[in-house]
Structures are given as C-alpha cells and as structure tokens.
C-alpha cells in the first residue's frame, strides 16, 4: 500500500517551463525543464510523458492523424537524462522522420521538440514513472553495471550513471555505446569529463558504425557491439547487471509480421539481448528498454 500511495504521488501533472536547449547532434537537441517548486521526487532512469494536444500549432495535424488512424494520438513518452539532484528536468529528443515506403505516419510532436521550442516556453509534463532504474540494494545483486546503448537510447543510462557517481554507491560501470559517427554521439564532452573525473568507476568505450574512430575519448573502435566486447567486460555473469536501451521492434512491425507470417527482423535491442543471454546472463540481471 505505501508503495501505490507514493507512485500516486509522483506521477502527476506538472506545469513546466523549457529553461535551456541544447543541439546534441544535427538531428538531436535536449529540453531542460525548469518544474518550478515541484519536488524531483523521481528515480534516474524514469520518464516523463508530453501529450501533443496542449500545442495550437498540431491541432490541424493531429485531427488529420487521428481521422486516418481512427483513435486518438497518445502522449509521447520521454526518459529523463537528468538525475534528481540536477537543477532541471532533462530530455533529449531524436528527430523522427517520415520515409515514404519505410515510415508508417508521418511523426507528430518530436519535430517540433527538436526544432521549435523556444526559452520561456510553457509546457504540461506527466511525471514521474518508469522502472528502468537502479535497485535499492544493488549492491548485493552487483558490483558492475554494463550499460549496452544504441542512439537516443543513451538517455536514462546518462542518468543512471550521473546519480550513481553523485551518491559515491562504489559501482563500476562499463558503458558500451554505439553510435553512426563522432558527429552522433550525444553527450560526448560530457561523458569524457566523467571518465576523466571517475576513472575507477567509468569506463566508456564508443562503438562507431559508419567511419572509424579520429579523436574520440575516452576509448573507441569501428564496428557494432558484439559477442566478443560484451565477453570482456563481463568476466564473471553472476556479478554483473545490464542496462541496455536502444531501437527495437515496433508493435506495429510486429503486427504486420504476423499478418505475413513471417517473424519480424531484429534490431537493436534483441540483438543485444541475445548477445547478453549467450554470455551467460539470466533475464533477471538484464533491463531493456526500446524505443523506434
């Protein structure tokens, strides 16, 4: 019953103001909301949720969306990059795209996010939720943390790792993070001053997909996150836990497979898990989350 009572609590309407933006990467920018006198009663790692009606500017285009889909469009939900100690509410936002013959609607609210949102601007948030986040006692589960992430799905893992550092729990984390070039890497100066600030409790190794590395800190190598890198840094499965969030399959992906008959084609994040499990670690040592 507590624990009901205080997830009631938490989750609310909060009237929010975009006190910062920030151009990640040329297809990504981050929110930082200013909640006022609003506790930041919520754990690293949860998410928030923005519901597209409260914007004039997508009323045409919802009502559009939601007569061809016949149903109502849903709040878009947003991890949270900052940890509960920070002045602001931090999201950071990935531009979707729609691609004819690839994308099945064309995106409502993230275009918008990342490209026309003004200091000052009000918006309603929903908050806080989510259970991507670190046990109480995980230090008896585990001493190492393995974070495994792909793009914009580094964003609950930045708050992971930040509130983990804050608090001095004596975690050590390895962050395996993929990403199509040094241009795409969100965070990057900020992950290389927490490796250089917490070299005994971070260790971060950039994986780049479509260039090879130049430059790149704190450690880096060409190619996607494989069998033998995730090996490495998990010498021993029983003392490991894995926070792993990237693209996955889609419902509707799914849905559509099996109207085919076919099995849909994996991405990110069931090739991760399936990696994870090969190494000998069990379900209930893994977090996931996806996104598409």
Known sequence: MVDTVDVRRRVRQIEATIAGVHQETPDTASLFFDIGDEPHDYKAGQFITIDPHQFAFLEQTIAYLEQIKEGKEKPRAYSMGSAPHEKHVLITIKEERFWPGESKYPPVLSPSLTRNCALGTPVVIKGFTGAYTLPENIQSKADNILHVCAGSGIVPNFALIKHSLHVADGLRHVLLYSSKTKADIIYYNEFADLARRHPQHLEIVHCLTREDP??????????????????????????????????GILPWE?????????????????????????????????KQESWG
């Open 214 to 247: 130049v430059d790149v800190e704190p450690s880096s190598r060409r190619g996607r996150i494989d069998a033998e890198l995730i090996s490495k840094y998990v010498p021993d499965p029983s003392n490991c836990f894995v926070y792993s969030c990237g693209p």
């Open 254 to 286: 799914r849905k559509e497979a099996r109207q085919n008959g076919v099995e849909p084609e994996p991405r990110f994040i069931e090739h991760v898990l399936d990696l994870l499990r090969d190494t000998g670690l069990d379900k209930s040592q893994i």
